[in-house]
């Protein structure tokens, strides 16, 4: 039986669809291969660079609710010293997934699940007397769902010491400037691993998430594989950067994903009266029903989508 399976995202007006598949494995790969090659022009990418300006400043932005930094940049330098890292030493940036929460959930690919990624992690790497490691606990902890990771690190490092620095949830240090110091980034799942590509950053994926093998990271298939990768991309000359037309392809899929994989809604789950209010069913469901609203009701009753159609031009930012 064909089945259509949807979620409410991040932006307002939105929402995510799948045909026949879980909506929360966030399957863009028809998509990306329509749109992948495809360069972004000017106007695409300075509306990349607006969004993640804002990101950055922990402000709002458009039609995106939420805002995971509490505190503004400061800069990778302050960063450091905030933390007492040593500027001699690599930093390795471990940034976690919310442990249960659906975009964690289900994604092993050579351990069980996030939290034993986790723990089995710090403790190769706190072996590693040349390495310092910080880890950015998931902002949306706060919000109570799952197993600490803070505990997590703890129970597998009792004595961690000052090379391993954890970041708890509620800390306003900003991630973006994490980004900026860091030698190299190790991810679940987390929507980090591909802006630590957009800034040059190499980034190990280690469970299955949306922009795995998509050309801007490395994916490894197996722990030893996972460990291999690790040991080579520490050996390298601190400064390094990924090649530039890696940082072009990360940035061309964030661009694909954040702005033409959701598609048009003019309801969100929450803050449905006030959309509701905003925009009565009466003045939607028309005969001349919008043309973006049109595609998503098509896709929704299991109809191919056309990824190009809806590449919306740059007079309908506004």
Not at 90 to 99: A, D
Not at 144 to 169: E, K, M, N, W
Not at 187 to 212: D, F, K, N, W
Not at 294 to 309: D, I, Y
Request: charged share 25%; aromatic share 10%; glycine share 8%.
């Amino acid at each position: 039986m064909p089945v259509v399976t949807y979620e409410f995202g991040e932006q307002r007006g939105r929402l995510w669809l799948a045909r026949g598949a879980q909506v929360m494995r966030q399957d863009t790969a028809e998509m990306w291969a329509e749109r992948g090659q495809i360069p972004l022009t000017a106007p695409e990418q300075e509306r990349l660079e607006n969004m993640y300006r804002a990101r950055r400043g922990g402000q709002s932005w458009s039609n995106f609710a939420r805002q995971w930094q509490s505190g503004m940049g400061r800069g990778a330098a302050v960063a450091r010293e905030a933390l007492g890292l040593d500027s001699s030493l690599p930093t390795v940036l471990i940034c976690t997934n919310v442990v249960g929460d659906s975009l964690a959930l289900d994604r092993q690919i050579f351990t069980q699940g996030m939290s034993d990624w986790l723990a089995r992690t710090v403790r190769h790497l706190a072996s590693h007397s040349n390495l310092q490691v910080v880890v950015r606990v998931h902002p949306g902890e706060l919000l109570g769902a799952g197993q600490p990771s803070v505990d997590i690190v703890r129970r597998s490092l009792p004595d961690f010491g000052h090379r391993v620095t954890v970041i708890p949830p509620d800390s306003d240090v900003n991630t973006y400037d994490l980004i900026g110091l860091a030698h190299l980034g190790l991810v679940y799942s987390s929507t980090v691993g591909m802006e630590l590509a957009m800034g040059g950053v190499p980034v190990i994926v280690c469970g299955q998430t949306h922009y795995r093998e998509k050309g801007f990271t490395d994916d490894p298939r197996s722990w030893d594989a996972f460990v291999r990768i690790l040991e080579q991309r520490l050996g390298e000359p601190a400064g390094r950067r990924l090649p530039p037309e890696q940082v072009d392809l990360a940035r061309r899929y964030a661009f694909r994903f954040f702005f033409e994989y959701p598609f048009e809604y003019p309801w969100h789950l929450i803050g449905f009266w006030d959309d509701m209010a905003t925009r009565p069913m009466e003045s939607v469901l028309r005969p001349d029903l919008a043309e973006p609203y049109r595609r998503t009701l098509r896709a929704l009753t299991g109809h191919p989508v056309e990824w190009a159609a809806r590449a919306e031009p740059a007079e309908a930012w506004a």
